[in-house]
């Protein structure tokens, strides 16, 4: 299991940080980085399953590339922002669409449509040297093996040393911490028996069955 995920620190995870994204589920672009929270709770690594939560109608996928925090930090500017990064993993946040959407409507908070149980799969640690350019990597995630989601990290709104510098000027940083960077276009819903596989470039790939809680 990676070290990350054994340290069980925060979860920090930004939404709508790709336009094309942000307009297929009709929302308005940010001006700022739209953070939430995810529990530790709710990490998995291969071998496990995504269980889809009981009261889930729309179970979705997003994938994601995660920035592995490797210093404390707080109030980082943008400009030292790369030398807080450890590495990388690529994860899932998976999402109660349904659940979102109804809270979305009454101005509610996210927690319980994207940290239950299970919300956060991940892949294997990736050493930051693995990954030359993060601003400039493939995402990609099939259901089914048939491809949903292909997007690149250059089409981000904010970018990594942004995203870094304001989630620390919020939460200070530790070691451990991971950072869910926000999902390209193409997400949409998983049922309990399918399969999805999702990489990062050719870098890494990992495969995480849909099963029934
Ligand atoms: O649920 C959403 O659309 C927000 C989000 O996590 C993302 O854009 O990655
Ligand atoms: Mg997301």
Redesign the pocket.
């Known amino acids: 299991m990676a070290r990350f995920v054994e340290a069980g620190k925060k979860i920090v995870?930004?939404?709508?940080?790709?336009a094309e994204?942000?307009k297929e589920?009709g929302?308005a672009l940010p001006t700022e980085p739209l953070l939430f929270l995810k529990p530790t709770t709710a990490y998995i690594t291969e071998g496990q399953a995504i269980k889809v939560p009981i009261t889930c109608t729309s179970l979705h996928h997003?994938v994601?590339l995660g920035i592995v925090i490797g210093e404390k930090g707080a109030d980082i500017s943008e400009s030292d922002a790369m030398k807080y990064v450890l590495g990388y993993t690529l994860a899932l946040?998976m999402?109660d669409r349904a659940k979102?959407e109804e809270l979305k409507k009454k101005g509610q908070p996210w927690s319980v449509c994207?940290g239950f149980d299970t919300s956060c799969p991940v892949s294997s640690f990736i050493p930051k040297e693995k990954i030359p350019d993060p601003q400039n990597i493939r995402l990609w995630l099939k259901v089914n093996e048939e491809m949903k989601q292909d997007g690149n990290t250059k089409d981000m709104i904010f970018t990594i040393p942004h995203l870094i510098s304001f989630i620390s000027s919020k939460f200070t940083l530790e070691p451990g911490d991971l950072i869910l960077t926000?999902?390209p276009s193409g997400v949409g819903p998983v049922q309990a028996g399918d399969v999805i596989e999702a990489g990062v470039g050719d870098i890494i790939k990992v495969t995480f069955p849909v099963e029934k809680k």
């Open positions: 995870a930004v939404g709508r940080n790709y994204h942000a589920l929302n997003e994601e946040d999402t979102q994207k926000g999902t």
